[in-house]
């Protein structure tokens, strides 16, 4: 079953570029720099660490974006925009979906309560008797916005604790951010 309807895709894509819109005026607020660019790209353009990897890179191949210098990881952790509860869903719904077009496939099920479930990456399957493939990721909507904007890395938000991860592959940063 599909993470968002497709009828839904446009408002789906506002909501998450409104989210990035409202992570950026936070950023702002506590004297991060960023750029005069679209939301998604300078948000994605933010995280210190990890842009696609986990590491101190400051070019992500995968997506064509350079990392620019960042405010400490506690002030990016702390980024949680309050948006209603229909743009909050429809911001993890899209951004979920952009991650499964990314990267398909039944090996990882990917999980941001409540809003959203996907399964990606090639690998093994969910069995007859049990529907969850065995590595299986779970998150918060915040902690999973300011992944999939690049606000923060997958290594800080998982030393900090707001990653729920079992299996192997227990490490998405080389997949984000997301770019629509």
Request: charged letters at 20%.
């Amino acid at each position: 079953m599909a993470v968002i309807l497709e009828k839904d895709l446009e408002r789906g894509r506002a909501a998450f570029e409104q989210w990035c819109e409202a992570a950026r005026a936070e950023l702002t607020r506590i004297g991060v720099p960023t750029a005069a660019t679209p939301a998604s790209t300078a948000i994605a353009a933010i995280a210190n660490e990890g842009a696609g990897n986990g590491d101190n890179g400051t070019d992500n191949g995968a997506t064509g974006i350079t990392t620019m210098p960042a405010s400490p990881a506690p002030a990016r952790l702390a980024i949680a925009p309050k948006l209603p509860r229909p743009v909050m869903a429809m911001a993890v719904r899209y951004s979920l979906f952009l991650l499964e077009r990314k990267a398909p496939g039944p090996g990882v099920e990917v999980r941001v309560a409540p809003w959203g479930a996907i399964k990606i990456l090639d690998g093994p399957a969910s069995d007859p008797h049990n529907l969850t493939p065995p590595d299986v990721i779970e998150l918060d909507p915040q902690v999973w916005l300011r992944l999939a904007a690049g606000i923060t890395s997958w290594n800080e938000e998982k030393e900090a604790g707001h990653i729920s991860a079992v299996g192997e592959r227990d490490n998405l940063g080389w997949l984000l951010p997301l770019r629509p």
